[in-house]
């Protein structure tokens, strides 16, 4: 042991300067901490807050999670923020509507701040029958288990008894349009109608060719098939993917874009959709429903982008596909039927709508798939016709035998359409045909996708 007077006051200078940076560093970690607080009850509003929760490796979830919380305060929607780690079965308990922002590191593994959580709840399922949920998981697609963590987490709450607002929204190396699908989803949630895209996509110019009303007379809101055509060369895209559509501006400001489900094919030479005219409650358009509709003329140019939707995307020709929607849905699933031949496995479509006479959205195209065998089976609802007055879900009850048999033999369940009222009812309706269990386990291994809105 030295003695020399000027090693201690070295050694003493050291150790001062060391407790100093630790106790600097539990200072900062303190005002983050409380900012953190402060700025989630800065986002506090009306009613019930929604909790907002991430689990996040390198910080780009925390940062969609607050970006996420701000959209909803756009709309007067209180927002609780949280990271996993301080997450616990309590607050999901208490949380009326929960947004969770969940990464997964390498092949299938959750963040560090989620270890936690992953020992201490997620080993069996809790009592969360009180909690709507929405998940938007991040990954990347060159691992086999991508978003490995975040099917577990939705995994998990649905086998505890908690309800999806929508299918899990899938980010693949933080694809810029899968971020403004979740920014949609919560766009509704806020009730936010026009807001500014957090990551404005690359449009192209492309024309509209044609302008039809599908559905002359109906009781129900007009529905027009609207068909595109490319300014520049044709994109590809497969049955089942998106077209976000760029919003003119409206008072000096960008109202973002709109997606809609593509009802055909590039082989088509046109990218065509099936639009329903929304109405406020005070009777006047909805913005993106009454320019595309109402104002757009034949030859006008628009600003279009074609987005991958993997999650949609259907199952090799050989697979028998059940298709199940309502309304325009038809139009994602139509596109799905363009993909098929008859020397496939077979199709079976099950649709509802408000009257025969007026909205058998493409009845002739349907029939000529019926008669060439790509279509093996049609069955159909209308809920407003006399001696009908069923919905979608009525059918999905009335054909439980069959569709328990379609599945045996490897059938995959594609849904499209309203994500109130027909999504849910759906869904409940194959739980009782199939399961809860067996349809959890379609979900899971991608025979169960859905394309609701």
Not at 5 to 15: E, K
Not at 155 to 177: M, Q, T, Y
Not at 334 to 342: E, I, Q, S, V
Request: with cysteine.
């Amino acid at each position: 042991m030295t003695t020399d007077p000027t090693r201690w006051l070295w050694a003493a200078g050291a150790l001062g300067l060391w407790l100093a940076l630790i106790a600097l560093t539990v200072w900062r970690e303190r005002r983050a901490r409380a900012a953190a607080r402060a700025r989630s009850e800065a986002l506090a509003g009306e009613g019930e807050a929604v909790l907002v929760a991430y689990a996040s490796q390198t910080g780009f979830g925390e940062e969609l999670a607050w970006m996420t919380a701000r959209a909803l305060g756009a709309g007067g929607v209180g927002a609780r923020v949280l990271s996993f780690s301080d997450l616990d079965l309590e607050t999901l308990k208490g949380a009326g509507r929960a947004l969770l922002i969940v990464s997964t590191t390498g092949e299938g593994d959750p963040p560090d701040p989620a270890a936690r959580f992953v020992r201490r709840l997620m080993a069996a399922p809790a009592g969360l029958e009180g909690l709507r949920y929405g998940l938007l998981a991040l990954g990347d697609r060159s691992y086999d288990q991508f978003c490995g963590f975040g099917h577990a987490v939705d995994g998990w709450l649905r086998r505890s008894g908690a309800e999806p607002l929508f299918d899990p929204v899938e980010v693949d190396d933080g694809d810029a349009g899968a971020v403004r699908h979740w920014q949609h989803q919560v766009n509704q949630i806020a009730g936010v109608a026009s807001a500014p895209d957090w990551t404005p996509p690359a449009f192209e110019p492309w024309r509209l060719a044609a302008h039809a009303l599908a559905n002359p007379g109906s009781p129900g809101g007009e529905a027009y098939h609207l068909a595109f055509e490319p300014v520049g060369a044709l994109p590809d895209w497969s049955a089942g993917d998106i077209v976000e559509i760029g919003l003119p501006e409206r008072d000096g400001a960008a109202p973002g874009s709109r997606e809609y489900s593509i009802a055909s094919l590039p082989s088509d030479g046109q990218l065509e959709l099936l639009v329903r005219l929304m109405r406020r409650p005070d009777g006047t358009s909805g913005l993106a429903s009454g320019w595309l509709t109402s104002d757009l003329a034949v030859g006008q140019a628009v600003g279009l982008r074609v987005r991958v939707n993997r999650s949609f995307h259907g199952p090799a020709e050989a697979t028998p596909l059940i298709l199940i929607g309502n309304g325009t849905g038809i139009a994602g699933l139509r596109a799905h039927l363009k993909a098929r031949t008859a020397s496939g496995g077979g199709a079976w479509l099950l649709f509802g709508e408000r009257t025969r006479a007026y909205d058998a959205f493409f009845d002739a195209e349907l029939q000529a798939w019926r008669a060439s065998g790509v279509l093996t089976r049609l069955d159909r609802a209308f809920s407003r016709d006399p001696g009908d007055g069923r919905y979608v879900q009525d059918l999905v009850a009335a054909a439980a035998d069959d569709l328990r048999a379609w599945v045996a033999r490897g059938a995959a369940i594609l849904v499209c359409g309203s994500l109130e009222g027909m999504s849910q009812g759906v869904h409940a309706a194959l739980e009782q045909a199939l399961g809860a269990e067996a349809l959890l386990d379609l979900l899971e291994t991608g025979r169960y996708r859905r394309d609701v809105y």
